[in-house]
């Protein structure tokens, strides 16, 4: 029998992590709401949280790797090995990514006709650059993917941790790495650094009945995909390079 919880872990857990991440900028952008304008430090703390919450769920459903990003699962299968991961893992994390979408959409359904801005009700699904520069955008993804691949790789390494990172650890390591990416380099795109975190909730804008909305950005897509799986292309290189497991 084929144990399919490694999928369903990386299912729930995708859908987790887009629930609670973007579900944090509506709160902080949408009219109306609490949190307006709650702000930066609010909505990277949020995302923060929402790793750490996906990444705990995954594990509880059985999915020892809790990827949640097909970037890293790339990543994971050039370091490792297994390449039916990349069959296995990655539609089941940008279906979980657009469920999670969906969920936000009705979690603030009132809200959306309240807000004029089509920008910001777009910002409460995919990522969009502060400054539009192709070139200079898909660095930052690429940067901000390697740092996630290879500080994650760090922690759990027996050279820092030769008895294994302590039960339960793990998720928050994690969720503090993503908290940290975003305050010093998600500035500048808002740091997809994870084709599913963009692509599934993109799709979702662009089907779902959003009152007011705009554009799907789709001149833009491609750098949330291809930019972190570049950088985790080059993170595991290094890995791999400087023997750094």
Known sequence: M?????VVGEFVGTFILIVLGNGVVAGALLNRSKAQNAGWISITAGWAVAVFSGVAVSAALGDVDGHLNPAFTLASVLMTGNPI?????????ILGALCGAIAVWLQYK???????????????????PA????????????????????????????????????????????GA???GIGLSLGGSTGYAI????DLGPRIAHALLPIAGKGDSGWRYAWIPILGPLA?????????????MT
């Open 177 to 179: 790495l993503v908290w």
């Open 110 to 128: 009132p809200h959306w006709e309240l807000t004029e801005d089509t920008d910001a009700k777009f910002a409460c699904f995919a990522t969009a």
């Open 2 to 6: 084929v144990d399919l919880s490694p």
């Open 85 to 93: 991961r990349l069959a296995t893992y990655i539609p089941a994390q």
């Open 131 to 174: 400054v539009y520069r192709p070139l200079w955008n898909f660095f930052s993804e690429v940067l901000g993917t390697f740092v996630l691949v290879m500080v994650a790789t760090a922690l759990f390494s027996k050279r820092v941790a030769p008895a294994g990172v302590a039960a339960g650890l793990g998720p928050i390591l994690v």
């Open 231 to 243: 950088g985790a292309v080059l993170a595991a290189m290094t890995v791999k390079t400087l023997n």
């Open 194 to 197: 994870n084709p599913a975190r």
